[in-house]
């Protein structure tokens, strides 16, 4: 996996980020403020105060699971450790993290996973 791949895949875990922030400060004067908060943060600040209490009550259950995988992959990224299954610790391929950036598992680990919480 090449850095040039790992920074694209970056820069679009950001505009994600983003659109899930922007979604959130558009429901409310309320939550503007605090999100404005998180995103004047650096990532390590982000990374704690995007799952504060207020911020995952507000968002979907969906929106609040996918911000929290995001700023676990900035981690995974700031290891480098982006793009290697949490599981078996092979590399997964480019096309499944084109697909799902945050992805932390490959397709044969996760579907495993899936299969034992069925």
């Known amino acids: 996996m090449t850095q040039e791949f ?21 429901q ?9 908060s998180v995103e004047s943060g ?3 600040d982000v990374a704690a105060d995007a ?6 009550t507000s968002l979907g259950s969906q929106d ?11 981690e995974r990224i700031s290891q480098g450790k982006y793009g290697y299954c ?3 610790g092979k590399e997964i391929p480019e096309e ?8 932390l598992m490959c ?9 034992r919480n069925r």
Not at 17 to 26: F, G, R
């Open 51 to 56: 799952i504060d209490r207020t911020l995952l």
């Open 6 to 26: 790992i920074k694209e895949m970056e820069a679009l875990l950001h505009e994600q980020k983003k659109t899930i922030l922007e979604s959130l400060a558009s």
């Open 64 to 74: 609040a699971n996918r911000l929290k995988l995001i700023q676990n992959t900035f």
């Open 28 to 36: 409310s004067d309320e939550m503007r403020d605090l999100v404005k």
């Open 42 to 44: 650096d990532e390590a």
């Open 86 to 88: 949490v599981a078996c």
């Open 107 to 115: 397709i044969n680990c996760a579907s495993a996973e899936e299969r």
């Open 96 to 103: 499944r993290l084109r697909a799902l950036p945050y992805a």
